[in-house]
């Protein structure tokens, strides 16, 4: 049997034309093209340790941007989607290329802020790695993909005590 809900639950995430800077939200207003802010967005992963081989365009449902590939020195494998916020505007409405253009450069201008937060992690937090939820575990999945998938909270509570168990203070003399 089907499920019917009475009302449409609410959209968590915002559309294109209903986000602003006062809001929170950076880039929807940029004047730089893609190819300028794509080669910042390579050169933040650089710094990171990374190099960039490959930018693959495409859709990930009714959302628009980039799969792009990247390796660490030595070959190690990552990826990132980043994709536009959703568009309200339909495919047929004037202007709609535009505002599509629009909101994927307002995704790599705001990929690009983010890595660059997780460098200067990297500078401030000894052992930090950014770019490690992002690395692939096989050619399908990121580390942090992979996480998310596999989650088990239990892991995180403490080991229930053993009956066998003896609880013991050790003195030194």
Known sequence: MNFIPDKEMKHDIPYFEDVSTSAGWAGQATSKPEEALMAEVAAV???LGGAVYQWQKGSFGMRYGYRLHFHLQGGKPGRIDVISLP??????????????????KMALYNLRDQ???????????????????????????????AFLQTFDYTNLLPAPV???????EFINE
Do not use: C
């Open 45 to 47: 992963i650089g710094r």
């Open 87 to 104: 568009l309200k505007t339909k495919i047929s409405a004037k202007g709609y290329e535009q505002k599509k253009s629009q909101a994927v």
């Open 115 to 145: 890595l660059e937060s997780l460098w200067r992690m990297q500078q401030l937090v000894p052992g930090y790695f950014g770019l490690l939820p992002l690395m692939l575990v096989d050619s399908n999945h990121t580390f942090g993909e």
């Open 162 to 168: 053993d009956e066998e168990t003896v609880d013991a």
